[in-house]
């Protein structure tokens, strides 16, 4: 099944911890994001990618890292400079207009 | 820089009627999408919209633009329980994809 995948579907995180969320797609898709949803909140555009080995930082992208080293893959790194990391994370691929979403990782600072 | 807002924010209706949301944006555009939430999931495509379009219809749903006002309409039409979700507008800006703020519409059976 072609698809775009997030795992894993929970996390929790200790303070001062980094922590790497997945995202792949089979969909031979060019572009990747990563966005962030808070509750009852839109979607804020936090890194972006057009092709493998070039990203562009979006809107919030502070305490973030991410890498494209391959056309399926679009990790994110949540890391301990990010103050408030607690949010609903969303993957998302294109190949020129219509995005597909994966399921979203739920992280939790504890 | 988000581009979209969505008004309401909230809208609940009884089954059966119509719900009507709205998107305003920034910036000139290629093309308006509307997406839908199911609760704690992802995003789904529903419709694209291109700026030289006024109107178009997929089953039950119908959207607006007026590039001149900078804003689009979702109309979904005899609407049931299951559409109760929240529904965003996205635009394209330059490279990406922006997101609004999302109408989360109830539909009560």
């Known amino acids: 099944d072609g698809g775009i995948t997030q795992s894993p579907k929970y996390l929790f995180r200790k303070e001062g911890q980094n922590v790497t969320l997945s995202c792949e797609q089979n969909?031979?898709?060019?572009?990747m994001y990563w966005y962030r949803q808070d509750p009852g909140q839109g979607l804020r555009l936090i890194y972006y990618s057009q092709i493998v080995n070039d990203f562009q930082k979006g809107d919030i992208a502070e305490g973030y890292s991410v890498s494209r080293e391959k056309k399926e893959s679009f990790p994110l790194t949540v890391t301990s400079a990010q103050k408030n990391p607690t949010a609903f994370y969303l993957c998302a691929s294109s190949m020129r207009l219509e995005a597909f979403f994966g399921q979203g990782t739920r992280l939790t600072v504890v | 820089s988000q581009q979209g807002e969505e008004d309401p924010q909230a809208l609940s209706i009884q089954e059966g009627e119509n719900a009507t949301m709205n998107c305003s944006y920034k910036t000139s555009i290629n093309n308006l999408q509307w997406y839908r939430q199911n609760s704690g999931r992802g995003l789904v495509h529903l419709i694209l919209i291109r700026s030289n379009e006024r109107e178009k219809h997929s089953g039950r749903l119908r959207v607006t633009l007026d590039t001149s006002k900078k804003s689009s309409s979702l109309l979904i039409t005899a609407s049931r329980a299951a559409d109760t979700a929240s529904y965003f507008c996205?635009?394209?800006?330059?490279?990406?994809?922006?997101f609004g703020t999302g109408t989360r519409l109830q539909v009560f059976p």
């Open positions: 996205a635009t394209d800006d330059t490279d990406k994809l922006i």
């Open positions: 969909l031979n898709h060019d572009a």
